[in-house]
C-alpha cells in the first residue's frame, strides 16, 4: 500500500493553463505539506496545513491555492501556468509530536510549454 | 535567514571506500536535523533524525553525526546501491514542522 500517493505523475501542459496536483495519505497523519523541487533538486516548502488548517504559507504567487478537504487529503492548484513553475512537486505528510518526521510521495513532474 | 549548505555537491566513490558528506546549519533554535535519501525520479526517503549535539544514528552502512554547527553522514564500504542524493534539512522553532533543506550531495559508487 502507498503511504502518500500523488496524481498526476507526469503533467504537461501550456502557458496560461490552469491544472490541479492531488495528495493522498493513508498513515494517519495529521499534517500534510506541499514542497517544490528545482532544477538543481533544491527542496523548498510551500504550504503545510494541519489538521485542514493552512499553517505555512511561503512566499509563493497567489496563483497557486492549496486545499485540503480532510486531513488525508491535500490538493495543490495552479492558475495561469507560467515557463517557471516547471518543477516537480512534493507532497508530505508527518504525524502528531515533536519529531516532524516527513514522508514524501513520489512527485508530480510540472512542464509548462 | 535559516540556512542549510551541504557539501560537497558531488561526490565519487569507488565501491568499499568510505567517505564523509557535510552538512552546516545555521538554523535558530534548531529543534532536529534530518537526512534523508532521493533516488532519480523518486521522492526523498526519510534517514535519520538528530536532535542534539553528540547524537549518532546507525543504519547499516550510514551513520549520522551531530555537532552544534554541522551533522556528517558517515558511508562506510559503500555498495552501488548506496548511488543517490543525499539531502539534509533543519527544522527550526516553530511547531509547524517547516524544514529548511539543503541543496544535496549526490553520491555516486562505481563497482
Known amino acids: 500500500d502507498t503511504a502518500v500517493s500523488q496524481t498526476p505523475k507526469y503533467l504537461v501542459t501550456q502557458m496560461g493553463n490552469d491544472k490541479s496536483i492531488k495528495c493522498e495519505q493513508n498513515l494517519g497523519h495529521d499534517t500534510m505539506y506541499w514542497y517544490k523541487q528545482d532544477s538543481k533538486k533544491f527542496l523548498k516548502i510551500m504550504f503545510s496545513y494541519n489538521n485542514k488548517e493552512l499553517i505555512i504559507n511561503e512566499t509563493v504567487p497567489n496563483r497557486f491555492s492549496p486545499k485540503s478537504p480532510d486531513k488525508a487529503h491535500l490538493n495543490l492548484h495552479i492558475n495561469s501556468l507560467e515557463l517557471g513553475d516547471s518543477a516537480v512537486y512534493f507532497c508530505?505528510?508527518?504525524?502528531?509530536?515533536?519529531?516532524?518526521?516527513?514522508?514524501f510521495g513520489p512527485g508530480t513532474r510540472l512542464t509548462v510549454t | 535567514e535559516d540556512q542549510v549548505t551541504q557539501s560537497p555537491e558531488a561526490l565519487r566513490l569507488q565501491e568499499g571506500e568510505s567517505s564523509s558528506l557535510n552538512c552546516s546549519y545555521t538554523?535558530?533554535?534548531?529543534?532536529?536535523l534530518f537526512w534523508y535519501r532521493q533516488d532519480p525520479g523518486k521522492g526523498p526517503e526519510f534517514l535519520f533524525t538528530l536532535y542534539s549535539a553528540g547524537e549518532e544514528k546507525e543504519k547499516e552502512r550510514l551513520k549520522a553525526t551531530l555537532t552544534k554547527k554541522e551533522s556528517f553522514l558517515h558511508i562506510t564500504a559503500p555498495k552501488p546501491e548506496d548511488s543517490a542524493t543525499y539531502l539534509c534539512?533543519?527544522?527550526?522553532?516553530?511547531?509547524?514542522?517547516?524544514?529548511?533543506f539543503g541543496q544535496g550531495t549526490t553520491l555516486q559508487v562505481k563497482p
Open positions: 508530505a505528510s508527518s504525524g502528531r509530536g515533536a519529531s516532524y518526521e516527513q514522508y
Open positions: 534539512a533543519g527544522l527550526g522553532p516553530s511547531n509547524t514542522g517547516k524544514l529548511i
Open positions: 538554523v535558530s533554535g534548531l529543534r532536529g
